[in-house]
């Protein structure tokens, strides 16, 4: 049995919306496929070519399954002093990750840094997901083919990741 006052109620909280031209199928879902004009998929030589102040790393360093092939040191990026490392896949050798350290390592800069990213953000993404992990704050904003993390690690370790999506993993969903 319907309940006809569940509908009317239904019905005046859908309709203002409706009429704003407001639905949910018309709206776009962000995706993530890269930073800045680095895009997954890019190889070496395209990063070198689009980011001539960043400084190939020799030998390259392992990071999760991906190798640091260039850095960028002291971008700004809104009053923030960070690092931007270019990561690629092992077995492609094309563009996987990018991750930005913060150079601020003392535990209440590093606390403000993190706040501001996450500020940032949720301000441009919206709504994340949260994995606390003891003191370890990270913040995981998922999109179709990316994901964006952002650490606190230790308490004095501010770290953002934008990394594709494997194609077998599924990302953590918003919480």
């Keep these: 049995m319907e309940n006809p006052l569940f ?32 895009k997954w ?42 690092e931007v490392y270019f990561e690629f896949g092992m077995d492609t050798d094309k563009l996987r990750a990018v991750t930005l350290t913060s150079l601020e390592t003392q535990p209440q800069i590093a606390e403000a840094v993190f706040q501001r990213l996450q500020q940032l953000l949720s301000d441009k993404y919206g709504i994340y ?12 904003w998922s999109f179709r083919s990316g994901e964006i993390t952002l650490r606190l690690l230790g308490g004095d370790l501010t770290s953002l990741r934008y990394h594709q999506k494997s194609p077998n993993k599924k990302g953590l969903e918003k919480l």
């Excluded at 997901?129 to 995981?140: N, P, T």
């Design 129 to 140: 997901g949260k994995r606390d992990e003891g003191k370890d704050l990270i913040r995981v």
């Design 41 to 82: 998929g890019m190889t070496p030589q395209q990063i070198a070519s689009h980011f001539p102040d960043a400084e190939a790393i020799t030998p390259p360093v392992r990071s999760f399954d991906e190798l640091r092939k260039f850095v960028m040191h002291n971008v700004q990026i809104s009053n923030l002093k960070l």
């Design 7 to 38: 509908r009317k109620i239904l019905l005046l909280a859908v309709l203002p919306l409706a009429a704003l031209g407001f639905s949910p199928a018309q709206q776009p879902t962000p995706d993530l496929d890269g930073w800045t004009s680095a």
